[in-house]
């Protein structure tokens, strides 16, 4: 008995191995890949970039006379930034001013809007 009992034992040993090499994906054991963390860091780099880029074609469009554009593209900057990460200095910064600009943009203020779109665009640039 004893040996039947060791032999099923060893049988469903082996079979474990073999399923646990095929069936189960090649993982690091102990997170050497970054996993989570670091897809969340890459997001909000991308944010960033992304409320860095429309922040300048909200700029673009103000030199054009387009306030309509202007608002439109600080408000995705706004929505970029706010997504791009916490205790950035100059983010919040650029948070702060893209705001006013959507503020004065709204209220028909162009040339106020610009600068803050300008000051905007210096702080998301320095905030990467």
């Given at each position: ?8 034992a ?18 690091p054991v102990?997170?050497?890949g970054?996993?989570?963390r ?6 909000e ?41 916490k205790?950035?200095?100059?983010v919040?910064e ?6 006013a600009?959507i503020?004065?943009?709204?209220a ?15 702080h998301?640039?320095?905030g990467?």
């Amino acid at each position: 008995m004893k040996r039947s009992t060791t032999q099923r034992a060893i049988t469903l040993a082996g079979v474990l191995a073999v399923v646990a090499t095929t069936v189960l994906p090649m993982q690091p054991v102990f997170g050497g890949g970054g996993g989570a963390r670091r897809d969340v860091l890459r997001q909000e780099a991308q944010n960033r970039t992304d409320a860095l880029d429309h922040a300048t074609e909200a700029v673009d469009h103000s030199k054009q006379g387009h306030i309509a554009e202007l608002v439109a593209h600080a408000e995705a900057a706004l929505q970029h930034a706010l997504n791009g990460g916490k205790d950035r200095p100059h983010v919040d910064e650029g948070i702060a001013h893209l705001k006013a600009a959507i503020e004065h943009g709204k209220a028909g203020h162009a040339d106020v809007a610009t600068k803050h779109a300008e000051t905007a665009v210096m702080h998301l640039s320095q905030g990467r």
